[in-house]
């Protein structure tokens, strides 16, 4: 009886997953078939913030949501409709990440944003501006998206002509997703193109708020990871996926879970990761918009090579800026 229970809690807690990604699919369908009669940035303001959400919940079925099944987890959420990124390489390089030792190290953390101080200081000084610019969170939302379509098309097409099989299936897997979109604006969609380009690449940049300071660098592995308390509109579209530190410690647990799991363990969570907190997003765009929240160069990597990172002038000391943030 008790298993019986179990399995009804399951599917009964799997269920907002799957209401939203029906209504996911569902406003993309009415967004792309009446945009010819919405203005041009409701249209976008609309379809942005449901490729945001598709995101999201794509980020939730790689780890194991809402079945048990992973093939039928991937197949939910095959279609292509951000355009850029392909589902498996997602998939294949988040799992990665997740083993949480190796944290921001840019050989083996696939999502870290540090660089191996030897190669930076290798860098012409244009193009250490630009990482810089990169490292506030305007850069990282106007040329963030960009830079990564860049350097991950490149160098799997590099490992992908190596004959790595994993990342040439992966690019074929991300063409079929893409067939139904395509269909779908061909025949019924009435959304102009440029329109969609528009708002795929404005969904990215979305998305790298999300990303922008989710970790950062330091010798403990549970001082890395961030808690964004936030409940308003980004947190919704990002699946609470703010609440990281939460995320790290248990990938499993379902997206509407983890600021109740916060809640109920909050000192706890802000000890193991040192007070990495912010109260909102609008505390972060307020410390970072111009700020650089980490220099570009790995500090710790720089600090085992006996030197010192050389920091931008508008870089922000992270602890001295939280000081006066810390939830009381």
Not at 124 to 153: C, E
Not at 195 to 217: D, G, P, Q, W
Request: aromatic share 14%.
């Amino acid at each position: 009886m008790s298993k019986i229970n179990f399995q009804k809690f399951k599917t009964l807690d799997e269920l907002p997953s799957l209401a939203l990604l029906s209504i996911c699919y569902a406003g993309y369908a009415i967004i792309t078939i009446h945009a010819v009669d919405l203005d041009v940035w409701i249209s976008i303001a609309f379809l942005v913030s449901i490729l945001v959400l598709h995101s999201s919940l794509q980020h939730e079925f790689i780890h194991g949501h809402p079945f048990s099944n992973k093939m039928l987890n991937d197949l939910l959420v095959i279609p292509s409709i951000g355009l850029f990124v392909p589902y498996l390489r997602f998939k294949d390089l988040h799992l990665k990440h997740h083993y949480d030792p190796n944290l921001t190290d840019p050989y083996v953390d696939p999502e870290s944003n540090f660089m191996d101080p030897e190669k930076w200081y290798q860098l012409s000084k244009w193009r250490q501006a630009l990482g810089n610019f990169n490292n506030t969170l305007i850069g990282r939302m106007l040329i963030g998206p960009f830079s990564d379509i860049l350097w991950y098309y490149g160098k799997d097409a590099l490992e992908g002509l190596k004959g790595d099989q994993r990342i040439a299936f992966s690019y074929i897997h991300h063409l079929f997703g893409l067939m139904p979109v395509f269909a779908w604006h061909m025949s019924v969609s009435s959304m102009p193109l440029w329109i969609y380009l528009i708002a795929a690449y404005l969904a990215m940049s979305v998305l790298k708020v999300r990303t922008f300071l989710e970790h950062t660098a330091h010798e403990r592995i549970g001082f890395r990871t961030v808690v964004i308390e936030d409940r308003g509109l980004l947190a919704l579209l990002f699946l609470n996926n703010n609440y990281h530190a939460v995320h790290h410690s248990n990938p499993r647990l379902t997206w509407h879970r983890l600021p109740e799991e916060f809640n109920k363990h909050r000192a706890e969570f802000l000890h193991r990761n040192d007070g990495y907190w912010f109260k909102s997003y609008w505390n972060v765009f307020r410390l970072y918009f111009f700020n650089i929240k980490d220099p570009v160069p790995h500090p710790l990597m720089e600090k085992s090579h006996g030197g010192t990172v050389t920091l931008p002038s508008n870089f922000s000391d992270d602890k001295k800026l939280q000081s006066t943030n810390l939830p009381k």
